[in-house]
């Protein structure tokens, strides 16, 4: 196997001619990869006039584009770490989010709450944009400037989604993007013919890395519009994508949006990727049928840098129900003393490989539960299977314990998913005095459903349990189901499970 050399992750994106590397379709802007790289020698450049150093923390507010990219980029390029946060936040929580990574500068697009929670926090603030294709900082565009950060150099600090308490600071350094980048690359064959839409927020690794790294490491084109549902199908095809990646909700909306067109969207797409949250069985079958390409579901992970595993493209065998095979790592199934268990058992999923993080940053109680030897154990529940196929059983502290039967909430949501009425579905435990924990269930109806719903005849919960009691075993049915508007979700599309029994009325 030939290894290739290590590099940073500026020196991933090697082209350097005409072909657009990022595109805004509204108003209409291109980058082409030559004029790419003559803006990121010049930010580089007025990052260091403006004091920016290795080992800085360099905060970035703003929503998906040029800007932003070419700002993550120099940051890294400069051996600081850069953190983006969701520019969706309110003042009080970016003030927060600034003061626990200990942000030393904040790059923002002009967003009042940036403003507010920089001068709060007591963090200098500069606003940054592209125009005349340089990233302008405060206005003024710097001189070139080699690069100064190495493959140790930290390069991006993230929160965990703290599902059950704090969220954890994850350390990523240049080595871990670098190899998760060529991971998703390798997997899906990327090249420079490729043409991807970027749907999912910078602000998380999925979009970082899968969308934005390795679409720019193979010389492809990212295109990164305003995202919506209604005008997606008409963009993929005038700009002629071969693919894209995103959450299973994303995926279900635009399902929904290709079902209404008289025929089949106009596409040149090869395949779409489904990363971060369970794929329903219902919505890959209804997907593949609607849409006529493969959906792709990929396992990933902020304490890997993103991707661990994924199906693989056809001819490959893509296995419904899993999340594939591991890509550029290696993994586990461990039990309680960090043994391997036997294929088909179950046991917490754990990872190794040089995308995996090594710690948690300034959190040694939470790096000492969690990494051993090279081994960092996700959290989650799995099967693997002894052709190496993970089957995910769900997070540990999100299995339902009803008298010591752990239950996954995905193996419920899947069989209610598959009731014509139900368009979401989300399981979570609800205490009982007898059994410890029971079976809640929210679902969304499908917009027919819900009408029929207000008047006569409608799908209600009961119903919906007697038809969970035709395909579950008893311990798994839901011993409540609720009929709710929408459901929670973070801003990556995560049901969030944790505020689903603050919503139920008892």
Known sequence: MTVSPPVSLRQLITRSDRHPALVVPQPHAALSYAELQQALDRAAGRLAALGVREGDRVGLVAANGPALIVAFLATVDSGAAAAPLNPALGV??????????????LFHDGAATAVAAAAAAGVPA?????????????????????????????????????TTSKPKTVPIRQRNLVA???????????????????????????????????????????????????AFWDEAARYGATWYTAVPTIHARLLTQAQALPAPPDRRLRFARSCSAPLPTVLWQGYEDAIGVPLVE???????????????LPPGERRPG???????????????????????EEGEIAVRGPSVVDEYL?????????????????????????????????????????????????EVEDVLLGHPAVAEAAAYPVPDERYGEQVGVVVVLRDAARSRSAGEGG????????????????????????????????????IQRRNLAGLVDE
């Open 92 to 105: 009080a929580e970016l003030t927060a989010e600034l003061a626990d990574l200990r942000v030393s500068r």
């Open 126 to 162: 500069s606003v940054v944009s592209m125009e005349d294709g340089q990233l302008r900082v405060d206005g003024t565009a710097g001189d070139p400037r080699a690069a100064a950060g190495g493959l140790d150099s930290l390069a991006l600090l993230l929160h965990t989604s703290g």
């Open 180 to 230: 998760s980048t060529r991971a998703v690359a390798r997997t899906y064959e990327l090249a420079g013919d490729d043409v991807t839409m970027c749907v999912m927020p910078l602000f998380h690794v999925h979009g970082l890395v899968a969308t934005v790294m390795a679409t720019l490491s193979t010389g492809g084109t990212v295109v990164l519009p305003r995202f919506r549902p209604s």
């Open 298 to 312: 990929a396992y990933g992970m902020t304490e890997a840098a993103h991707q661990m595993t994924s199906n693989p």
């Open 322 to 344: 899993t999340v594939g095979r591991a890509t550029g790592i290696e993994i586990a199934a461990l039990d309680d003393d960090w043994r391997p268990v036997r294929a088909g």
């Open 362 to 410: 300034d959190n040694p109680a939470a790096t000492q539960a969690s990494f051993r030897d090279g081994w960092f154990r996700t959290g989650d529940v799995g099967r693997l299977s002894a052709e190496g196929y993970l089957s995910l059983v769900g997070r540990l502290k999100e299995l339902i314990n009803r008298a010591g039967e752990k239950i996954s909430p995905y």
């Open 459 to 494: 799908t209600t919960p009961g119903e919906l349990i007697a038809y969970c009691a035709d395909r579950l075993a008893a311990f798994k049915r839901p011993a409540r189901v609720t009929i709710l508007p929408e459901i929670p979700k973070g801003p990556t599309g995560k």
